[in-house]
Nanobody, 127 residues
Framework: QVQLVESGGGTVQAGDSLRLSCADS????????MAWFRQAPGKEREFVAA????????YYADSVKGRFTIYRDAAKITMYLQMNNLKPEDTAVYYC????????????????????WGQGTQVTVSS
């Protein structure tokens, strides 16, 4: 069973940076495709960024392209989201997710495709 644990959220000012982490605490070493989603108050959960198990391909929502970078460590245990030039509209609870992918090259961008979720971490950006 994959157990995802997020960390790194906080309160920052517009233009600042944060790095979120998501670790597979059970270290299942399964081939998991992973993604970040976020949910602002009163809004639906939305796709932010995705990365394949291999780590060599990444995908981004248009709203974060050029500012956020998703990547994972060589051991495939931890996934990161580097967020630069944060804006007030980035304020949300950020969730990491995973889906088993034996091919190693799959990615997903919808909540219905995620199999496992973390508990979420709050990111607040003040203007």
């Amino acid at each position: 069973q994959v157990q995802l644990v997020e960390s790194g959220g906080g309160t920052v000012q517009a233009g600042d940076s944060l790095r979120l982490s998501c670790a597979d605490s059970e270290r299942t070493f399964r081939r998991n495709s992973m993604a970040w989603f976020r949910q602002a108050p009163g809004k639906e959960r939305e796709f932010v960024a995705a990365v394949t198990w291999s780590g060599d391909r990444a995908y981004y929502a248009d709203s974060v392209k050029g500012r956020f970078t998703i990547y994972r460590d060589a051991a495939k245990i931890t996934m990161y989201l580097q967020m630069n030039n944060l804006k007030p509209e980035d304020t949300a609870v950020y969730y990491c997710s995973a889906r088993y992918d034996p091919s190693g090259v799959y990615y997903y961008t919808t909540t219905s495709d995620a199999e496992f979720w973390g508990q979420g971490t709050q990111v607040t950006v003040s203007s």
